[in-house]
């Protein structure tokens, strides 16, 4: 007979099981789980939450820890473990609350909360369409935390159901957006400087052999920044940007109200070791034109070209003084 507090092993109706199809292909749906960009659009609950992520390793072993803002205030933490990772088909985590440091720590809400949940996500795709299922199971739970569980799996249903309206409208917005990351070799001023000194901006914006030539660059909230791209085949591309918002040194947001419009977020996350993670998120009015500017423009490929200037030469600008 087994007594309150002994381990236990999770059974199948002692599973959490909820499954949903997306209108996105697989491979999106998977890259919203294991991007750390995407999980902090998306991840949290409840609606209105903000995740920060702390530390991200995706690897067997490696671990997610992030931090819950919640909207009514105060700041819960969490963090994955992952075991398997079969991009883009499955994908194995333990999920369980968090110190900052990344240890386990008991729900602050709930004392009898299984301290650790072993979720496995499978991905199916049917005509561009994907079918998500979540299974999840306490691991070394003791009878009383299976029965917290138990008791709570129909507002775990409702916590995720409200995750996967959030998740959903990510990816219809993820249909009309180009996305592109880097970690930087020198401090987010050094780097934020590089992106609002026309000094720095004519040495390495653009794709691996452009060059620019620098008309008008008022960074401000409706400023302009004019220039022309001399592509290495000759060809010129006239831009045309505004500044919507300049928050220095963490964020720039711009309209490109040339063709193709869209609109440019560029974010700046300082890191350990005087480093920086430059992102930049470009969205476009439709799925279509999205589509459009990645096959003739090789959009994706540019602006990771872009980002591998922008590093060599913050590295060079760094080691000048």
Do not use: C
């Not at 959490?16 to 292909?25: C, E, G, H, K, S």
């Not at 999106?28 to 991007?35: N, P």
């Not at 109200?257 to 700046?268: F, K, Y």
């Not at 430059?278 to 070209?305: D, H, I, N, Y």
Request: hydrophobic share 40%; glycine share 8%.
């Amino acid at each position: 007979m087994t007594q309150a507090g002994t381990p236990t092993s999770a059974i199948a109706e002692d599973q959490l099981v909820i499954t949903r199809t997306f209108d996105a292909p697989r491979s999106l749906v998977f890259d919203a789980w294991t991007d750390p960009q995407h999980l902090a659009r998306w991840w949290g609950a409840p609606k209105g939450s903000t995740v920060r992520v702390a530390k991200f390793e995706l690897v067997p072993g490696g671990l997610f820890v992030y931090a819950l803002n919640m909207p009514q205030g105060g700041e819960i933490w969490g963090r994955f473990v992952y075991r398997e990772i079969v991009a883009p088909e499955r994908l194995v985590y333990v999920n369980s609350f968090s110190d900052p440091q990344g240890g386990v720590a008991a729900n602050p809400w709930i004392p009898d909360w299984p301290l650790e949940i072993l979720n496995t996500l499978t991905f199916e795709e049917h005509d561009g369409k994907t079918t998500l299922t979540l299974v999840g199971s306490p691991i070394g739970a003791t009878v009383v935390q299976m029965e917290a569980f138990r008791t709570m799996r129909q507002s775990m249903q409702g916590g995720f159901a409200g995750m996967f309206q959030q998740l959903d409208e990510f990816l219809q917005d993820a249909k009309r957006e180009i996305t592109a990351s880097r970690v930087v070799d020198a401090p987010r001023d050094l780097v934020f400087q590089a992106f609002t000194d026309p000094a720095h901006v004519t040495h390495w914006w653009g794709p691996n052999g452009f060059t620019l030539t620098l008309h008008e660059m008022d960074v401000r909230p409706g400023g302009n920044w004019r220039f022309i791209m001399h592509g290495p085949d000759g060809r010129n591309y006239d831009n045309h940007h505004v500044f919507v918002e300049v928050a220095r040194p963490e964020r720039l947001v711009l309209d490109h109200v040339s063709e193709p419009r869209h609109q440019a977020t560029w974010t700046l996350e300082e890191l350990d070791g005087g480093r920086t993670r430059v992102s930049v998120r470009m969205v476009f009015e439709t799925p279509e034109l999205r589509t459009f500017v990645a096959e003739q423009f090789k959009a994706v490929e540019g602006a990771q070209q872009t980002l591998g200037r922008l590093a060599e030469h913050v590295v060079t600008a760094r080691a000048a003084g």
